[in-house]
DNA sequence: TGACCTTTGTGATACAAAGCACACATGGAC
DNA sequence: GTCCATGTGTGCTTTGTATCACAAAGGTCA
Protein backbone atom coordinates (compact mmCIF):
# COMPACT_ATOMS: atom_id res chain seq x y z
CA UNK A 1 0.00 0.00 0.00
CA UNK A 2 0.97 3.31 -0.08
CA UNK A 3 2.72 5.04 2.35
CA UNK A 4 1.60 8.77 2.03
CA UNK A 5 0.70 9.83 5.42
CA UNK A 6 -2.19 8.95 6.75
CA UNK A 7 -2.17 10.77 9.85
CA UNK A 8 -5.66 11.64 10.90
CA UNK A 9 -7.73 13.90 12.99
CA UNK A 10 -7.16 17.11 12.92
CA UNK A 11 -5.09 19.22 11.87
CA UNK A 12 -4.47 19.87 15.26
CA UNK A 13 -2.25 18.35 18.12
CA UNK A 14 -5.85 17.22 19.32
CA UNK A 15 -5.46 13.27 18.18
CA UNK A 16 -8.69 12.46 19.57
CA UNK A 17 -10.09 8.95 19.20
CA UNK A 18 -12.68 8.40 16.57
CA UNK A 19 -11.38 11.42 14.42
CA UNK A 20 -9.46 10.84 11.75
CA UNK A 21 -9.19 13.64 8.89
CA UNK A 22 -5.65 13.54 6.71
CA UNK A 23 -7.09 16.86 5.41
CA UNK A 24 -3.95 17.48 3.93
CA UNK A 25 -6.45 20.26 3.49
CA UNK A 26 -4.83 23.54 3.18
CA UNK A 27 -7.61 24.90 4.92
CA UNK A 28 -6.15 27.00 8.21
CA UNK A 29 -9.61 26.40 9.87
CA UNK A 30 -8.63 24.19 13.20
CA UNK A 31 -10.14 21.28 12.46
CA UNK A 32 -11.69 21.04 16.28
CA UNK A 33 -13.48 24.41 15.24
CA UNK A 34 -15.26 22.47 11.97
CA UNK A 35 -16.38 20.13 14.08
CA UNK A 36 -18.24 22.75 16.44
CA UNK A 37 -20.00 24.36 13.75
CA UNK A 38 -22.61 21.79 13.46
CA UNK A 39 -23.06 22.18 17.36
CA UNK A 40 -24.10 26.38 16.01
CA UNK A 41 -26.10 24.79 13.47
CA UNK A 42 -28.14 22.63 15.06
CA UNK A 43 -29.08 25.28 18.53
CA UNK A 44 -29.63 27.67 15.89
CA UNK A 45 -32.04 26.14 14.75
CA UNK A 46 -33.43 25.14 17.53
CA UNK A 47 -33.82 29.09 18.51
CA UNK A 48 -35.21 29.85 15.61
CA UNK A 49 -38.02 27.33 16.06
CA UNK A 50 -38.30 29.18 19.50
CA UNK A 51 -39.50 31.83 17.83
CA UNK A 52 -36.22 34.53 18.58
CA UNK A 53 -34.71 36.44 15.91
CA UNK A 54 -31.33 37.33 17.61
CA UNK A 55 -29.03 35.58 19.97
CA UNK A 56 -26.02 36.67 21.64
CA UNK A 57 -23.07 34.48 21.37
CA UNK A 58 -23.33 34.35 25.29
CA UNK A 59 -27.34 32.91 25.17
CA UNK A 60 -25.52 30.31 22.68
CA UNK A 61 -22.50 29.54 24.71
CA UNK A 62 -24.98 28.76 28.00
CA UNK A 63 -26.82 26.78 25.65
CA UNK A 64 -24.08 24.67 24.42
CA UNK A 65 -21.95 24.94 27.63
CA UNK A 66 -19.36 26.63 26.07
CA UNK A 67 -17.80 30.52 26.69
CA UNK A 68 -18.82 33.18 24.82
CA UNK A 69 -15.45 33.80 23.15
CA UNK A 70 -14.97 30.58 22.11
CA UNK A 71 -18.14 30.82 19.55
CA UNK A 72 -17.10 34.25 18.68
CA UNK A 73 -13.22 33.05 17.75
CA UNK A 74 -14.58 30.13 16.01
CA UNK A 75 -16.96 32.39 13.63
CA UNK A 76 -14.14 34.71 12.86
CA UNK A 77 -11.96 32.01 11.38
CA UNK A 78 -15.26 32.45 8.53
CA UNK A 79 -16.42 36.21 8.84
CA UNK A 80 -18.05 38.61 10.79
CA UNK A 81 -21.86 37.98 10.98
CA UNK A 82 -22.81 39.87 14.07
CA UNK A 83 -23.87 43.40 14.48
CA UNK A 84 -22.02 44.62 17.71
CA UNK A 85 -24.54 45.31 21.04
CA UNK A 86 -27.15 43.19 19.49
CA UNK A 87 -25.97 39.62 18.82
CA UNK A 88 -26.49 37.33 15.89
CA UNK A 89 -29.69 36.97 13.22
CA UNK A 90 -30.38 33.40 13.99
CA UNK A 91 -31.68 32.68 10.76
CA UNK A 92 -29.08 34.40 9.11
CA UNK A 93 -26.17 33.26 11.05
CA UNK A 94 -27.52 29.12 10.74
CA UNK A 95 -27.73 29.90 7.15
CA UNK A 96 -24.28 31.16 6.57
CA UNK A 97 -23.25 28.43 8.44
CA UNK A 98 -24.98 25.53 6.79
CA UNK A 99 -23.19 27.59 3.46
CA UNK A 100 -19.89 27.05 5.07
CA UNK A 101 -20.22 23.03 6.04
CA UNK A 102 -21.89 22.53 2.68
CA UNK A 103 -24.94 21.38 4.52
CA UNK A 104 -27.18 23.80 1.92
CA UNK A 105 -27.34 20.89 -0.67
CA UNK A 106 -27.99 17.24 -0.38
CA UNK A 107 -25.55 14.65 -0.20
CA UNK A 108 -25.63 11.05 -1.89
CA UNK A 109 -23.79 8.55 0.64
CA UNK A 110 -24.22 4.30 0.34
CA UNK A 111 -23.71 1.67 3.21
CA UNK A 112 -21.58 -1.32 2.93
CA UNK A 113 -22.27 -3.70 4.56
CA UNK A 114 -25.89 -4.81 5.44
CA UNK A 115 -25.69 -6.99 7.89
CA UNK A 116 -27.68 -6.32 11.62
CA UNK A 117 -25.53 -2.73 12.13
CA UNK A 118 -26.09 -1.89 8.58
CA UNK A 119 -29.90 -2.73 8.33
CA UNK A 120 -30.29 -0.64 11.48
CA UNK A 121 -28.29 2.87 9.94
CA UNK A 122 -30.23 2.51 6.19
CA UNK A 123 -33.48 2.26 8.56
CA UNK A 124 -32.07 5.32 10.99
CA UNK A 125 -34.58 8.12 10.05
CA UNK A 126 -32.48 10.49 10.96
CA UNK A 127 -30.32 11.30 8.25
CA UNK A 128 -32.50 12.54 5.15
CA UNK A 129 -34.06 15.29 7.12
CA UNK A 130 -30.27 16.43 7.48
CA UNK A 131 -30.09 16.11 3.69
CA UNK A 132 -27.88 12.86 3.56
CA UNK A 133 -29.60 10.50 1.35
CA UNK A 134 -28.83 7.32 1.37
CA UNK A 135 -28.91 5.81 -2.33
CA UNK A 136 -27.33 2.45 -2.23
CA UNK A 137 -26.69 -0.21 -0.58
CA UNK A 138 -24.13 -3.02 -0.92
CA UNK A 139 -22.98 -6.15 0.65
CA UNK A 140 -20.77 -9.07 0.30
CA UNK A 141 -22.45 -12.19 0.84
CA UNK A 142 -24.30 -13.38 -2.30
CA UNK A 143 -27.65 -14.29 -0.20
CA UNK A 144 -27.66 -10.89 0.85
CA UNK A 145 -27.08 -9.00 -2.67
CA UNK A 146 -30.53 -8.87 -4.16
CA UNK A 147 -32.34 -8.34 -1.39
CA UNK A 148 -34.43 -4.87 -0.97
CA UNK A 149 -33.68 -3.29 2.33
CA UNK A 150 -35.55 -0.24 3.28
CA UNK A 151 -36.14 0.91 -0.83
CA UNK A 152 -32.44 -0.27 -1.68
CA UNK A 153 -31.51 -3.19 -3.75
CA UNK A 154 -28.67 -4.63 -2.03
CA UNK A 155 -25.86 -4.92 -5.10
CA UNK A 156 -22.47 -6.64 -4.44
CA UNK A 157 -19.30 -4.85 -3.53
CA UNK A 158 -17.80 -5.13 -6.70
CA UNK A 159 -19.64 -3.19 -8.65
CA UNK A 160 -18.76 -0.53 -6.10
CA UNK A 161 -17.10 2.10 -7.82
CA UNK A 162 -19.41 1.94 -10.58
CA UNK A 163 -22.48 2.73 -8.87
CA UNK A 164 -20.29 5.56 -6.92
CA UNK A 165 -19.43 7.21 -10.43
CA UNK A 166 -23.11 5.92 -11.95
CA UNK A 167 -25.31 8.34 -8.59
CA UNK A 168 -22.54 10.73 -7.77
CA UNK A 169 -22.33 9.35 -4.18
CA UNK A 170 -19.76 10.95 -2.07
CA UNK A 171 -19.67 9.95 1.45
CA UNK A 172 -19.04 5.95 2.67
CA UNK A 173 -20.14 4.61 5.22
CA UNK A 174 -19.00 1.17 6.48
CA UNK A 175 -20.90 -1.30 8.74
CA UNK A 176 -18.79 -4.17 8.06
CA UNK A 177 -17.34 -6.63 10.16
CA UNK A 178 -14.22 -5.39 11.70
CA UNK A 179 -12.23 -8.19 9.55
CA UNK A 180 -13.05 -6.57 6.19
CA UNK A 181 -13.13 -2.96 7.52
CA UNK A 182 -10.32 -2.37 5.55
CA UNK A 183 -10.60 -3.91 2.57
CA UNK A 184 -13.71 -1.57 2.11
CA UNK A 185 -12.69 1.18 3.29
CA UNK A 186 -9.40 0.77 0.34
CA UNK A 187 -12.49 0.27 -2.18
CA UNK A 188 -14.34 3.74 -1.57
CA UNK A 189 -10.74 5.18 -1.13
CA UNK A 190 -9.87 3.79 -5.08
CA UNK A 191 -13.42 4.72 -5.83
CA UNK A 192 -13.20 8.24 -5.28
CA UNK A 193 -14.48 8.83 -1.78
CA UNK A 194 -13.46 11.51 0.35
CA UNK A 195 -15.49 11.06 3.29
CA UNK A 196 -16.26 8.25 5.64
CA UNK A 197 -18.04 7.22 8.54
CA UNK A 198 -16.57 4.12 9.58
CA UNK A 199 -18.43 1.84 11.99
CA UNK A 200 -15.86 -1.04 12.44
CA UNK A 201 -13.67 -1.09 15.77
CA UNK A 202 -10.52 -0.14 13.74
CA UNK A 203 -8.42 2.71 12.86
CA UNK A 204 -8.17 2.46 9.40
CA UNK A 205 -5.68 3.50 7.26
CA UNK A 206 -6.82 6.72 4.70
CA UNK A 207 -4.74 8.56 2.22
CA UNK A 208 -3.94 12.22 2.76
CA UNK A 209 -7.18 14.45 1.54
CA UNK A 210 -9.81 11.18 3.05
CA UNK A 211 -11.69 12.16 6.14
CA UNK A 212 -13.10 9.30 8.17
CA UNK A 213 -15.02 9.42 10.97
CA UNK A 214 -15.53 6.62 13.55
CA UNK A 215 -18.53 6.10 15.45
CA UNK A 216 -17.44 3.56 18.53
CA UNK A 217 -19.63 3.31 21.18
CA UNK A 218 -17.26 0.69 23.18
CA UNK A 219 -14.72 2.95 22.90
CA UNK A 220 -16.77 5.54 25.07
CA UNK A 221 -17.83 3.00 27.35
CA UNK A 222 -13.88 2.01 27.97
CA UNK A 223 -12.90 5.63 28.43
CA UNK A 224 -15.90 6.15 30.61
CA UNK A 225 -15.29 3.55 33.27
CA UNK A 226 -11.57 5.00 33.92
CA UNK A 227 -14.00 8.12 36.24
CA UNK A 228 -16.55 5.88 37.60
CA UNK A 229 -14.46 5.25 40.78
CA UNK A 230 -12.06 7.57 42.09
CA UNK B 1 6.27 15.01 11.24
CA UNK B 2 2.51 15.04 11.79
CA UNK B 3 0.40 12.10 13.37
CA UNK B 4 -3.19 11.73 14.11
CA UNK B 5 -5.35 9.07 15.48
CA UNK B 6 -9.03 9.19 15.13
CA UNK B 7 -12.10 7.99 16.98
CA UNK B 8 -14.16 9.76 18.74
CA UNK B 9 -14.28 12.72 20.57
CA UNK B 10 -12.75 14.78 22.77
CA UNK B 11 -11.84 16.23 25.98
CA UNK B 12 -12.04 18.88 28.76
CA UNK B 13 -10.38 21.58 28.23
CA UNK B 14 -11.12 21.14 24.27
CA UNK B 15 -14.55 21.52 24.31
CA UNK B 16 -14.67 19.09 21.38
CA UNK B 17 -18.36 17.79 19.98
CA UNK B 18 -19.86 15.58 21.69
CA UNK B 19 -17.52 15.06 24.40
CA UNK B 20 -18.79 16.44 28.08
CA UNK B 21 -16.70 15.20 31.31
CA UNK B 22 -17.00 17.44 34.13
CA UNK B 23 -15.34 14.74 35.71
CA UNK B 24 -14.19 17.73 38.35
CA UNK B 25 -12.09 14.44 38.50
CA UNK B 26 -8.68 15.34 40.34
CA UNK B 27 -7.46 13.40 38.08
CA UNK B 28 -4.48 14.62 36.81
CA UNK B 29 -4.23 12.75 33.66
CA UNK B 30 -5.31 14.48 30.71
CA UNK B 31 -8.79 13.46 29.45
CA UNK B 32 -7.50 13.02 26.08
CA UNK B 33 -4.90 10.68 27.25
CA UNK B 34 -7.78 8.37 29.07
CA UNK B 35 -9.45 8.29 25.95
CA UNK B 36 -6.83 6.37 23.75
CA UNK B 37 -5.59 3.86 26.46
CA UNK B 38 -8.75 2.01 25.02
CA UNK B 39 -7.07 1.96 21.55
CA UNK B 40 -4.09 0.74 23.42
CA UNK B 41 -6.19 -1.80 24.81
CA UNK B 42 -7.27 -2.89 21.06
CA UNK B 43 -4.13 -3.05 19.23
CA UNK B 44 -2.51 -5.09 22.06
CA UNK B 45 -5.29 -7.37 21.85
CA UNK B 46 -4.71 -7.74 18.26
CA UNK B 47 -1.26 -8.16 18.40
CA UNK B 48 -1.21 -10.47 21.24
CA UNK B 49 -3.74 -12.35 19.10
CA UNK B 50 -1.53 -12.83 15.99
CA UNK B 51 1.16 -13.97 18.56
CA UNK B 52 3.65 -11.56 19.59
CA UNK B 53 5.03 -11.28 23.19
CA UNK B 54 6.48 -7.89 22.90
CA UNK B 55 5.67 -4.81 20.89
CA UNK B 56 7.85 -1.62 20.73
CA UNK B 57 5.95 2.02 21.21
CA UNK B 58 7.02 2.26 17.37
CA UNK B 59 5.21 -0.75 16.07
CA UNK B 60 2.50 0.39 18.26
CA UNK B 61 2.40 3.76 16.54
CA UNK B 62 2.51 2.32 13.54
CA UNK B 63 -0.25 0.51 13.54
CA UNK B 64 -2.53 3.26 15.49
CA UNK B 65 -1.00 6.07 13.43
CA UNK B 66 0.45 7.87 15.76
CA UNK B 67 4.24 8.59 16.96
CA UNK B 68 5.99 6.43 19.72
CA UNK B 69 6.54 8.79 21.89
CA UNK B 70 2.89 9.75 22.27
CA UNK B 71 2.33 6.63 23.39
CA UNK B 72 5.42 6.38 25.68
CA UNK B 73 4.87 9.46 27.33
CA UNK B 74 0.69 8.30 27.86
CA UNK B 75 1.64 4.81 29.66
CA UNK B 76 4.13 7.29 31.74
CA UNK B 77 1.25 8.98 33.53
CA UNK B 78 0.25 5.44 35.07
CA UNK B 79 3.92 4.23 35.56
CA UNK B 80 6.58 2.20 33.88
CA UNK B 81 5.24 -0.47 31.89
CA UNK B 82 8.46 -1.10 29.54
CA UNK B 83 12.14 -2.73 29.16
CA UNK B 84 14.36 -0.45 27.65
CA UNK B 85 15.59 -2.36 24.43
CA UNK B 86 12.97 -4.43 24.53
CA UNK B 87 9.45 -3.15 24.37
CA UNK B 88 6.69 -4.09 26.21
CA UNK B 89 5.05 -7.42 27.45
CA UNK B 90 1.97 -7.24 25.41
CA UNK B 91 0.11 -9.37 27.53
CA UNK B 92 1.22 -7.96 30.73
CA UNK B 93 0.45 -4.26 29.25
CA UNK B 94 -2.64 -4.85 28.20
CA UNK B 95 -3.61 -6.26 31.69
CA UNK B 96 -2.06 -3.32 33.35
CA UNK B 97 -4.27 -0.97 31.01
CA UNK B 98 -7.47 -2.95 31.28
CA UNK B 99 -7.14 -2.73 35.18
CA UNK B 100 -6.48 1.79 34.95
CA UNK B 101 -9.47 1.65 33.35
CA UNK B 102 -11.72 -0.45 35.27
CA UNK B 103 -12.12 -3.08 32.58
CA UNK B 104 -10.77 -6.19 34.25
CA UNK B 105 -14.80 -6.03 35.31
CA UNK B 106 -18.00 -6.19 34.11
CA UNK B 107 -20.19 -3.06 34.30
CA UNK B 108 -24.04 -3.46 34.47
CA UNK B 109 -25.77 -1.21 31.81
CA UNK B 110 -29.53 -0.11 30.97
CA UNK B 111 -30.73 1.31 28.28
CA UNK B 112 -34.08 4.10 28.07
CA UNK B 113 -35.86 4.16 25.07
CA UNK B 114 -37.18 1.46 23.28
CA UNK B 115 -37.97 2.38 20.09
CA UNK B 116 -35.83 1.33 16.89
CA UNK B 117 -32.59 3.09 18.23
CA UNK B 118 -33.90 1.52 21.25
CA UNK B 119 -34.08 -1.94 20.02
CA UNK B 120 -30.78 -1.80 17.92
CA UNK B 121 -28.29 -1.36 20.41
CA UNK B 122 -29.77 -3.67 23.11
CA UNK B 123 -29.08 -6.68 20.21
CA UNK B 124 -25.67 -5.07 19.54
CA UNK B 125 -23.39 -8.02 20.25
CA UNK B 126 -20.58 -6.09 20.43
CA UNK B 127 -20.78 -4.78 24.62
CA UNK B 128 -21.16 -7.69 25.94
CA UNK B 129 -17.48 -9.36 25.08
CA UNK B 130 -16.27 -5.95 26.31
CA UNK B 131 -17.62 -6.80 30.05
CA UNK B 132 -20.84 -4.04 29.20
CA UNK B 133 -23.97 -6.35 29.89
CA UNK B 134 -26.96 -4.61 29.57
CA UNK B 135 -29.07 -5.68 32.42
CA UNK B 136 -32.59 -3.33 31.96
CA UNK B 137 -34.76 -1.93 29.58
CA UNK B 138 -37.03 1.43 30.06
CA UNK B 139 -39.42 2.94 28.33
CA UNK B 140 -41.56 5.92 28.92
CA UNK B 141 -44.80 4.30 26.85
CA UNK B 142 -47.18 1.93 27.91
CA UNK B 143 -47.59 0.25 24.93
CA UNK B 144 -44.22 -0.93 24.67
CA UNK B 145 -43.52 -1.42 28.66
CA UNK B 146 -44.06 -4.85 29.39
CA UNK B 147 -42.97 -6.34 26.34
CA UNK B 148 -39.35 -8.48 26.15
CA UNK B 149 -36.91 -6.86 23.59
CA UNK B 150 -34.21 -9.04 23.31
CA UNK B 151 -34.65 -10.91 26.80
CA UNK B 152 -35.14 -8.12 28.77
CA UNK B 153 -38.44 -7.05 30.29
CA UNK B 154 -39.04 -3.43 29.25
CA UNK B 155 -40.22 -1.35 32.56
CA UNK B 156 -41.47 1.80 33.20
CA UNK B 157 -39.07 4.82 33.33
CA UNK B 158 -40.38 5.53 37.08
CA UNK B 159 -38.87 2.45 38.43
CA UNK B 160 -35.70 3.90 37.34
CA UNK B 161 -34.03 4.67 40.23
CA UNK B 162 -35.16 1.39 42.26
CA UNK B 163 -34.25 -0.98 39.22
CA UNK B 164 -30.70 1.27 39.28
CA UNK B 165 -29.49 0.15 42.62
CA UNK B 166 -30.94 -2.93 42.64
CA UNK B 167 -29.02 -4.21 40.14
CA UNK B 168 -26.28 -1.86 40.73
CA UNK B 169 -26.47 -0.31 37.48
CA UNK B 170 -22.87 2.15 36.69
CA UNK B 171 -23.98 3.05 33.05
CA UNK B 172 -26.93 4.60 31.54
CA UNK B 173 -27.19 4.19 27.30
CA UNK B 174 -29.81 6.85 26.38
CA UNK B 175 -31.87 5.88 22.96
CA UNK B 176 -34.96 8.67 23.60
CA UNK B 177 -36.04 11.27 21.12
CA UNK B 178 -33.96 14.15 21.08
CA UNK B 179 -37.01 15.81 23.42
CA UNK B 180 -37.04 13.27 26.35
CA UNK B 181 -33.41 13.35 26.51
CA UNK B 182 -31.98 15.97 28.67
CA UNK B 183 -35.54 14.93 31.15
CA UNK B 184 -34.17 10.99 31.12
CA UNK B 185 -30.53 12.30 31.80
CA UNK B 186 -31.69 14.16 34.79
CA UNK B 187 -33.34 11.32 35.97
CA UNK B 188 -30.30 9.05 35.67
CA UNK B 189 -28.15 11.67 37.09
CA UNK B 190 -30.70 11.54 40.27
CA UNK B 191 -30.54 7.67 40.12
CA UNK B 192 -26.62 8.19 40.76
CA UNK B 193 -25.52 7.00 37.27
CA UNK B 194 -22.13 8.57 36.40
CA UNK B 195 -21.88 8.17 32.87
CA UNK B 196 -23.89 8.32 30.58
CA UNK B 197 -23.52 7.09 26.68
CA UNK B 198 -26.21 9.71 24.97
CA UNK B 199 -27.17 8.67 21.52
CA UNK B 200 -29.90 11.95 21.54
CA UNK B 201 -28.61 14.68 19.66
CA UNK B 202 -28.31 17.30 21.59
CA UNK B 203 -25.32 18.63 24.43
CA UNK B 204 -27.23 17.76 27.89
CA UNK B 205 -26.00 19.52 30.90
CA UNK B 206 -24.99 17.13 33.46
CA UNK B 207 -23.24 18.10 37.16
CA UNK B 208 -19.96 17.82 37.90
CA UNK B 209 -18.71 14.42 38.47
CA UNK B 210 -20.40 13.10 35.47
CA UNK B 211 -19.17 12.04 32.07
CA UNK B 212 -21.43 11.49 29.29
CA UNK B 213 -19.91 10.39 25.91
CA UNK B 214 -22.24 11.54 22.87
CA UNK B 215 -22.89 8.88 19.86
CA UNK B 216 -24.22 11.10 17.03
CA UNK B 217 -23.75 10.18 13.24
CA UNK B 218 -25.13 13.27 11.90
CA UNK B 219 -22.96 15.54 13.44
CA UNK B 220 -20.05 13.49 12.24
CA UNK B 221 -21.30 13.84 8.63
CA UNK B 222 -21.80 17.14 8.86
CA UNK B 223 -18.29 18.18 9.95
CA UNK B 224 -17.25 15.98 6.80
CA UNK B 225 -18.60 17.41 4.13
CA UNK B 226 -16.57 20.94 5.00
CA UNK B 227 -13.79 19.23 3.19
CA UNK B 228 -15.43 17.57 0.68
CA UNK B 229 -14.64 20.60 -2.06
CA UNK B 230 -11.64 22.54 -1.17
C1' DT C 1 33.50 -8.10 30.93
C1' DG C 2 32.76 -4.54 27.93
C1' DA C 3 31.46 -2.54 23.43
C1' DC C 4 27.44 -1.90 20.98
C1' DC C 5 22.74 -1.71 19.84
C1' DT C 6 17.94 -1.01 20.93
C1' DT C 7 14.06 1.14 23.10
C1' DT C 8 12.30 3.14 27.20
C1' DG C 9 11.03 7.18 30.28
C1' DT C 10 11.11 12.00 30.73
C1' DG C 11 12.67 16.96 31.12
C1' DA C 12 12.67 20.62 27.93
C1' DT C 13 10.62 22.75 24.09
C1' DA C 14 7.28 24.08 20.61
C1' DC C 15 2.86 24.98 19.38
C1' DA C 16 -2.10 25.00 19.12
C1' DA C 17 -6.26 26.13 21.23
C1' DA C 18 -8.95 28.44 24.96
C1' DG C 19 -9.92 32.41 27.51
C1' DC C 20 -9.37 37.24 28.70
C1' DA C 21 -10.13 42.03 28.18
C1' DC C 22 -10.88 45.92 25.73
C1' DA C 23 -11.53 49.00 21.71
C1' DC C 24 -15.17 50.02 18.93
C1' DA C 25 -19.82 49.47 16.42
C1' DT C 26 -24.56 49.80 16.97
C1' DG C 27 -29.15 50.95 18.59
C1' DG C 28 -32.06 53.15 21.95
C1' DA C 29 -33.37 56.88 25.09
C1' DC C 30 -34.00 61.48 25.68
C1' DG D 1 -27.34 65.00 18.37
C1' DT D 2 -25.32 63.09 22.65
C1' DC D 3 -24.94 59.64 25.98
C1' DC D 4 -25.29 55.03 27.49
C1' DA D 5 -25.73 50.11 27.42
C1' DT D 6 -24.79 46.15 25.02
C1' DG D 7 -22.20 42.70 22.76
C1' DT D 8 -19.06 41.91 18.79
C1' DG D 9 -14.29 41.04 16.89
C1' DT D 10 -9.65 40.37 18.08
C1' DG D 11 -4.68 40.93 19.97
C1' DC D 12 -2.58 39.09 23.82
C1' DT D 13 -2.03 35.84 27.65
C1' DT D 14 -2.60 31.39 29.62
C1' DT D 15 -3.28 26.70 29.44
C1' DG D 16 -2.79 22.24 27.70
C1' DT D 17 -0.75 18.82 24.80
C1' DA D 18 2.34 16.92 21.35
C1' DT D 19 6.94 16.35 20.03
C1' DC D 20 11.89 16.35 20.58
C1' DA D 21 16.01 14.63 22.15
C1' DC D 22 18.82 12.34 25.19
C1' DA D 23 20.36 9.82 29.39
C1' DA D 24 19.76 5.54 31.41
C1' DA D 25 18.56 0.61 31.15
C1' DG D 26 18.44 -3.95 29.18
C1' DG D 27 19.97 -7.21 25.91
C1' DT D 28 23.55 -9.56 22.97
C1' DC D 29 27.68 -11.35 21.69
C1' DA D 30 32.66 -11.52 21.23
Redesign the interface.
Known sequence: MDQR??????ARP??????????G???NVPE?V??????Y??ALSQFSDSGNNVISSEQLGR????TPA?IRKDLSYFGRFGKQGRGYNVASLEQRLRS????DRA?N?TVIGMG??GR??V?????AP?G?NIVAAFDADDDIVGQTISGLDVQSISALSEIVKEKDI??GIVTVPVEHAQEVIDALVDAGI??I?NYA???P?VPDGV????????????????????
Open positions: AFWTCTMTTPNISNDSSPSVIQRLPLVRRLQMQILGLWTRLAVSYPGFEFKIKSLPLSKTVRGIDPVLSLQSMTYYINE
